[in-house]
């Protein structure tokens, strides 16, 4: 007979495989149709000829890095350190991302949130959020240096702020979304470890 809390921490694991897989999913998607700015020459005259408009694409959050981080700071056993990395490094592949630089950053940023979560188990909403995003943007800023020394082509300065900003805007939504729709919540008193660990 399979222990109930086990049960339960595998039947969440999967779930969060699932959610990863679906934000991975959705951001694949081509939901951007807009024509890019093309210049080609005109025969005629010889001069560049601008075809399509020129369009501001504002960078979307990194919902990998706020579900990972929503479980973490409530259930972090439901997502092992395996987990993560098999979960950033797939996203790394299907982005086209320089493969590893990305997880292992935010893997360190993970473990900082892990420590904080075991350490103390009564972490509020507004303590939480100011956690994960100065983790975030320590990531996004120390993945922006590791890029720029190996000189791998980055996303702009303004970009980068932005990815943050938003970032920081939809992590009070994912926590909702965990709370309410996964069940994801806070372990209680009873449900500690002999040694104070979050199950």
């Not at 979307?60 to 056993?77: E, H, K, N, S």
């Not at 075991?118 to 909403?125: G, I, K, T, Y």
Request: proline share 7%; aromatic share 10%; glycine share 6%.
């Amino acid at each position: 007979m399979i222990d109930p809390i086990t049960w339960r921490r595998f039947q969440n694991r999967v779930l969060f495989l699932v959610v990863c897989a679906l934000i991975i999913f959705s951001q694949l998607l081509p939901l951007n149709t807009a024509p890019a700015a093309i210049k080609l020459l005109d025969p005629e005259t010889g001069r560049a000829v601008q075809v399509g408009g020129a369009y501001f694409s504002l960078p979307g959050p990194d919902l990998l890095f706020c579900l990972t981080a929503a479980y973490l700071m409530r259930r972090p056993r439901w997502a092992p350190v395996a987990l993560i990395v098999v979960v950033q490094l797939l996203a790394d592949i299907l982005f086209l991302r320089p493969l590893g630089l990305w997880p292992a950053i935010s893997l360190i940023g993970f473990e900082f949130l892990r420590r904080q979560t075991n350490a103390s188990n009564e972490v509020s909403v507004p303590l939480e959020i100011a956690l994960v995003v100065g983790t975030f943007t320590a990531a996004v800023f120390a993945n922006g240096l590791a890029q720029l020394i190996f000189a791998v082509p980055q996303p702009s300065f303004l970009s980068s702020v932005l990815h943050i900003l938003t970032t920081a805007l939809a992590y009070p939504l994912v926590i909702a979304f965990t709370h309410f729709i996964l069940r994801v919540r806070r372990a209680g008193v009873r449900e500690l470890d002999s040694d104070g660990v979050i199950g």
